[in-house]
Nanobody, 123 residues
Framework: QVQLVESGGGLVQAGGSLRLSCSASGRTVSNYVMGWFRQAPGSLREFVAAITWNGVTTHYADSVKGRFTISRDYTKNTIFLQMNNLKPEDTAVYFC????????????????WGQGTQVTVSS
C-alpha cells in the first residue's frame, strides 16, 4: 500500500501564492510517478501536474503552465506544488496522487490518492 498525506492548503487572494506538500510512504513509492489532481465544486477531478521518480520529467495541465511548479525531494519521498499568481478558478480540493505508470497519472487515473487539501482563492 501507498499512503499520501497532503498539507499546505488554505485561503489566499487572487494573485497570491501557496505551496502544497505531499508526503508519501509505503512500498517502493520512491520509484513511482507522483502528481496532483484537483476537483472544483460541481466538476470532475482534473489533472494538474506530475513528476517522474527522479524529478527529471514534469507534465502540467495547460491551465496552470507558467504559474505552477511541481518538484520532488527524492530523499524524503515528498513532492511540492508551488502555486503562483493564483486565480479564483484555481479554487478546488487538491489531491496528491501516485502510480508506477506515468500514463495513469497524466492521462487516465492513478491508483493511489491522498485525502485532499482545500485551496480557496478569493477575488
Amino acid at each position: 500500500q501507498v499512503q499520501l498525506v497532503e498539507s499546505g492548503g488554505g485561503l489566499v487572494q487572487a494573485g497570491g501564492s501557496l505551496r502544497l506538500s505531499c508526503s508519501a510512504s509505503g512500498r517502493t513509492v520512491s520509484n513511482y510517478v507522483m502528481g496532483w489532481f484537483r476537483q472544483a465544486p460541481g466538476s470532475l477531478r482534473e489533472f494538474v501536474a506530475a513528476i517522474t521518480w527522479n524529478g527529471v520529467t514534469t507534465h502540467y495541465a495547460d491551465s496552470v503552465k507558467g504559474r505552477f511548479t511541481i518538484s520532488r525531494d527524492y530523499t524524503k519521498n515528498t513532492i511540492f506544488l508551488q502555486m503562483n499568481n493564483l486565480k479564483p478558478e484555481d479554487t478546488a480540493v487538491y489531491f496528491c496522487v501516485a502510480d508506477p505508470q506515468i500514463r495513469k497519472v497524466v492521462v487516465t487515473t492513478p491508483n493511489y490518492w491522498g485525502q485532499g487539501t482545500q485551496v480557496t482563492v478569493s477575488s
